[in-house]
């Protein structure tokens, strides 16, 4: 083309890209559009029309750069889920409320008098971390997914040989002030390594096949040893929805289910105290002082509830460990089934989010990481709300954001980071990175 066709056009071109705040697009979006000016100004030339004629029909056809730059601008924007942080931070805030009412009621026993400086603490290093996180395209992580797959493994054997024990339990390691639990992090870490490693797997070759079930299990010895029951279930639904949404197979995902289903079941078996103390919540009047005192209690707290609750009325000796486990049946006793069904529609909107998050990506790595992560958060909610409602044996499970626990927040928070990170970079070629 003479300089004064490249002229024109890179004046329509330079004009679109000062309408696309995403400059990490600009040089695609360029040479996107030179190249249709190009091809249609070469049907132009064909039917006889000059050089200058043909790129100014060209420009023409390809519309207004003011209204062709916002329409790109809107496709290639590059700004976090405001959405979803917006339900984070509404959560957070929640449960906030939630520990803050229970402290200043003396609602929890002396152990938990700082429930809300702590929490405030983790809280604020979650956001500080998560900051410098939604700078970074989460595409930059997938080359270091062999390392965190280390770390995660790593943090485990801290967790066995370099931590004390709280409330009969090993995995915490203390740093300073700042005490944090392996097994509730651990997971976070495995979902990013196995998705990086995942991505582009060959689940057909029966040597990647063999190999992708040991990543995947081996680190479920941790679990077993420690024992921990709830982390291990949550970790395997959500490492198996990593691998289901990488192509493996479905029959191998119900097989292994049903191994495993099978084994758990062959274990309770093996001794008739532990099938009734698992099955406990189906009839809990046969030992109402005993194993079924608990849902005992959750049963009569929901029930006197009423539609907006009790208020003050409530003393942490009714129900241990209110501030963690059962969160959920709290609320519903101080503020009512109105509150609860609230909470409950406010975390069905959450996991539907992250799951359209999910659909909206087109990067193997980015869904990978946002399904791991969906079916992480779906499961924790399930079973909090399962167990907290009678419908599943109580297990020693919080409900994201909204219990006590530095460490579980602190992971929570970076978890929605990550997903809002493949939310902002979803329209962004990783190669246009600087």
Not at 277 to 298: K, S, V
Not at 320 to 340: K, N, Q, R
Request: with cysteine; aromatic share 14%; net charge neutral.
């Amino acid at each position: 083309m003479s300089s004064i066709i490249n002229r024109k056009v890179n004046s329509y071109v330079e004009e679109i890209c000062g309408l696309i705040k995403n400059k990490r697009v600009h040089e695609d979006v360029k040479d996107e559009i030179i190249s249709h000016i190009e091809e249609i100004m070469k049907d132009y030339i064909d039917v006889g029309l000059s050089e200058d004629e043909a790129v100014d029909k060209a420009i023409k056809q390809m519309g207004s750069a003011e209204v062709v730059g916002k329409d790109l601008n809107k496709i290639h924007k590059a700004a976090p889920d405001w959405l979803l942080i917006g339900m984070t931070g509404t959560f957070i805030l929640i449960g906030f409320l939630l520990l803050n009412f229970m402290q200043k009621n003396n609602m929890v026993s002396n152990n938990y008098i700082n429930m809300i400086s702590n929490m405030a603490i983790y809280g604020a290093g979650g956001v500080l971390i998560s900051l410098i996180l939604l700078r970074v395209d989460y595409r930059a992580l997938k080359e270091y997914s062999k390392i965190i797959y280390i770390m995660a493994i790593v943090l485990f054997i801290a967790g066995f040989f370099m931590s004390g024990a709280i409330n009969g339990q090993i995995g915490w390691i203390r740093m300073g002030n700042i005490t944090v639990n392996a097994f509730t992090m651990a997971p976070f870490f495995l979902i990013i390594a196995l998705a990086g490693l995942f991505d582009g797997w060959n689940w057909e070759d029966k040597k990647f096949l063999f190999l992708g079930f040991l990543l995947v299990f081996a680190p479920c010895i941790f679990f077993i040893l420690r024992p921990d029951i709830v982390n291990f279930v949550i970790y395997v639904i959500a490492a198996l929805t990593i691998m289901l949404t990488s192509g493996l197979k479905l029959r191998y995902v119900l097989i292994t289910i049903g191994i495993g289903t099978g084994a758990f079941w062959a274990f309770l078996a093996s001794n008739a105290y532990r099938i009734e103390r698992f099955t406990m919540f189906l009839h809990p009047e046969q030992d109402a002082n005993g194993a079924g005192w608990i849902y005992n209690q959750l049963a009569m707290l929901r029930s006197n509830a009423g539609l907006f609750g009790q208020g003050k009325n409530f003393n942490y000796l009714m129900l241990p460990e209110a501030h963690t486990d059962f969160i959920f049946t709290f609320l519903i006793s101080c503020f009512g089934w109105a509150a609860g069904i609230i909470l409950i529609a406010l975390i069905l909107a959450f996991i539907v989010r992250i799951f359209y998050v999910g659909t909206t990506v087109k990067d193997g790595y980015g869904k990978l990481l946002v399904n791991g992560f969906c079916a992480l958060f779906a499961v924790q909610f399930l079973i909090s709300v399962g167990m907290n409602l009678n419908l599943m044996p109580t297990l020693a499970v919080s409900m994201p954001f909204l219990s006590y626990g530095g460490s579980s927040l602190v992971i929570n928070i970076l978890s929605v980071t990550i997903i809002s990170n493949v939310f902002k970079w979803r329209n962004t070629p990783y190669k246009a990175v600087g």
